[in-house]
């Protein structure tokens, strides 16, 4: 069987104009290290499941990332982290919404669908249960980085102003980091972190969590979403792409397509903007956004490499 992993660190890219040769480089080197950690697990023959955990651990502790220790800040100054993870061979599920200290939400997320009866948890409970099952627990200085935190500032000056959220530079809107992965077993997983929206009401839920809405994984499809995530609930974006191939026949690169480029400015307009990565259970990849750039990275089951932040 073939292999193929695609990951994304969110739409909320730097515009081309303001990113600079080294920013630049030190965002590629973020993609490419999280990619390789999910494509050397597949390679040794893991399950997909554990191949996009890999991969999305390394994105959760690379703060130039809006996941894990680069989350950003609500409008109370804290960082409250969401993640989830599915397995499409069985619909094993498990997710995590509202976490304050701990350094890796995925691997919460995982423990919630392998060490409780539920799909998702949040807030203290979810807390409770990564202390209780020794996941490591970092201080809040461990999230806390200078650039997020001046985002936090701007964005609170500007909705003071009287500025609307809709008008929030993309970086601040969007940021989420995610893995879909074939593996040589032909199961397919995914998953996804993020921090959610810059200034965002403390106890807000986005569509990383919920699944269907931002991540899903089925035996047709796997697919992680970054976004407008009020927006991509409501659209049900993630399970929208698998039911347009189970139901419609459609391929996965049309599937995403329609649901990203059309679907969704159909509903949302213009806020409605974001991307996903999907992948298929022949390896095909699907990477579209409707927004300017989107931080992602494949190999898909012809061995392909791609690495890209902007159109």
């Known amino acids: 069987?073939?292999?193929?992993?695609?990951?994304?660190?969110?739409?909320?890219?730097?515009?081309?104009?303001?990113?600079?040769?080294?920013?630049?480089?030190?965002?590629?080197?973020?993609?490419?290290?999280?990619?390789?950690?999910?494509?050397?697990?597949?390679?040794?023959?893991?399950?997909?499941?554990?191949?996009?955990?890999?991969?999305?651990?390394?994105?959760?502790?690379d703060p130039l990332f809006n996941a894990g220790r680069g989350g950003v800040f609500n409008d109370r100054g804290e960082v409250e982290l969401e993640a989830a993870l599915m397995d499409g061979r069985t619909r094993a599920a498990g997710s995590v919404t509202g976490v304050?200290?701990?350094?890796?939400?995925?691997?919460?997320?995982?423990?919630?669908?392998?060490?409780?009866?539920?799909?998702?948890?949040?807030?203290?409970?979810?807390?409770?249960?990564?202390?209780?099952?020794?996941?490591?627990?970092?201080?809040?200085?461990?999230?806390?980085?200078?650039?997020?935190?001046?985002?936090?500032?701007?964005?609170?000056?500007?909705?003071?102003?009287?500025?609307?959220?809709?008008?929030?530079?993309?970086?601040?809107?969007?940021?989420?980091?995610?893995?879909?992965?074939?593996?040589?077993?032909?199961?397919?997983?995914?998953?996804?972190?993020?921090?959610?929206?810059t200034a965002k009401m403390a106890g807000r839920v986005g569509d990383t969590p919920v699944f269907g809405a931002g991540t899903w994984a089925d035996e047709t499809v796997a697919v992680s979403c970054t976004g407008h995530g009020e927006w991509f609930v409501r659209c049900a974006v993630a399970h929208e792409i698998s039911a347009r191939m189970r139901l419609g026949g459609a391929g996965v690169v049309d599937a995403a397509d329609e649901v990203v480029m059309r679907e969704l400015p159909r509903i949302g307009g213009a806020e409605a903007s974001g991307g996903v990565i999907a992948v298929d259970a022949t390896g095909r990849v699907a990477m579209p956004f409707n927004s300017e750039g989107m931080y992602r990275a494949c190999v898909d089951a012809l061995g392909n490499r791609v690495v890209a932040i902007h159109r």
């Open 1 to 61: 069987m073939p292999i193929a992993i695609a990951i994304h660190g969110g739409a909320g890219t730097i515009r081309r104009a303001d990113l600079n040769p080294e920013r630049e480089l030190a965002y590629r080197a973020g993609l490419e290290a999280a990619l390789d950690a999910g494509l050397v697990a597949l390679q040794k023959g893991a399950r997909a499941l554990d191949a996009v955990q890999a991969a999305v651990v390394v994105l959760e502790d």
């Open 100 to 197: 304050r200290g701990v350094r890796n939400p995925v691997r919460l997320a995982r423990a919630v669908m392998e060490h409780t009866p539920h799909v998702t948890l949040g807030f203290k409970a979810a807390d409770a249960l990564a202390a209780r099952l020794g996941l490591p627990i970092e201080p809040p200085e461990y999230f806390h980085t200078d650039s997020r935190w001046q985002a936090l500032r701007n964005e609170l000056a500007r909705l003071g102003a009287g500025g609307a959220a809709s008008q929030a530079s993309e970086q601040d809107r969007h940021g989420t980091v995610g893995a879909v992965a074939l593996d040589m077993h032909g199961g397919l997983a995914a998953a996804t972190s993020t921090g959610g929206r």
